[in-house]
């Protein structure tokens, strides 16, 4: 004959196990990774990124840029450059919808705001500038160009590979 001592320890881990499980399940969290990268150009332009990255597993699941372009005061004498700068930003970001890209305007500078959740491509380190007659901003767009990092919400990195990614093209990640 056994007696009901021998069949409530296995029970009990059993349930111990259970509330472990279910614990681990509902605090699980999505990383973020935050990274920056800021740039000053030979004509003192500087374009300043931060980009906050969710992982969720191994999967990117939202990011929210911020890039903001300064100019030197040189360019600042009437807000040509600046409402050129923001009309260039705000249809290089077209592709994403006026809902996830906010473009604003201070004295000296441009600030953007991207923010996506769903199958979106962003693109980093894409703007340089030259000077002829007047301010020239380029945009690259091309996803495949060494050039520029280009980031898409369900690529797949954990937080240790993403990090890597974008400090080996300069940025400072946290």
Not at 7 to 30: D, E, G, R, S, W
Not at 37 to 61: A, F, H, M, Q
Not at 69 to 78: A, N, R, S, V
Not at 89 to 94: L, Q
């Amino acid at each position: 004959m056994t007696n009901g001592k021998g069949k409530f320890f296995p029970v009990l881990i059993t349930i111990i196990f259970i509330v472990i499980i279910i614990y681990l399940i509902a605090n699980v969290k999505q990383s973020t990774v935050t990274c920056s990268k800021r740039t000053t150009n030979d004509l003192n332009i500087t374009v300043d990124e931060k980009l906050e990255s969710s992982i969720d597993g191994s999967k990117i699941s939202a990011m929210k840029l911020t890039k903001t372009i300064i100019l030197p005061e040189k360019y600042l004498k009437d807000d040509t450059e600046l409402e050129s700068i923001m009309y260039s930003i705000k249809k290089s970001y077209a592709y994403l919808g006026k809902d996830k890209v906010k473009v604003s305007k201070l004295t000296d500078r441009v600030i953007v705001y991207v923010s996506v959740k769903k199958n979106e491509t962003i693109i980093l380190n894409n703007i340089d500038f030259e000077e002829g007659d007047s301010l020239v901003m380029k945009i690259n767009s091309n996803t495949k160009s060494s050039d520029v990092v280009t980031l898409k919400i369900n690529d797949n990195y954990t937080e240790g590979e993403l990090m890597t990614h974008l400090k080996n093209n300069g940025y400072t990640c946290q």
